[in-house]
Nanobody, 115 residues
Framework: QVQLVESGGGLVQSGGSLRLSCTSS????????MAWHRQAPGKQREFVAL???????NYADSAKGRFTISTDNVKNTMYLQMNSLKPEDTAIYYC?????????WGQGTQVTVSS
């Protein structure tokens, strides 16, 4: 098992930036892949970005060129740097981790982008 705690959400104006953090209770070396998803009000949860243990990354089209996913193995933390934020990025952002085929989720952090 693993516990994941997100932080870094908040209210930002359109065009602004935020950096989300997801801290793991386990070493990232134990985790096969980690990802960010988001869920806007009235919508299904959607994929945002993923990073594997070997540091391969993948992004949703909506995130490409604006968001950057990264990890700090010393701090057992995954980040999502979000730039050029738009009102449509408003959502609860969740991190997850895949360990031996099981998926674990954090509790989410709210991101609100005002126009």
């Amino acid at each position: 098992q693993v516990q994941l705690v997100e932080s870094g959400g908040g209210l930002v104006q359109s065009g602004g930036s935020l950096r989300l953090s997801c801290t793991s209770s386990r070493s990232l070396d134990d985790i096969g892949a980690m990802a960010w998803h988001r869920q806007a009000p009235g919508k299904q949860r959607e994929f945002v970005a993923l990073i594997t243990r070997s540091a391969n990354t993948n992004y949703a089209d909506s995130a490409k060129g604006r968001f950057t996913i990264s990890t700090d193995n010393v701090k057992n933390t995954m980040y999502l740097q979000m730039n050029s934020l738009k009102p449509e990025d408003t959502a609860i952002y969740y991190c997850n981790a895949v360990i031996l085929g099981s998926v674990y989720w954090g509790q989410g952090t709210q991101v609100t982008v005002s126009s």
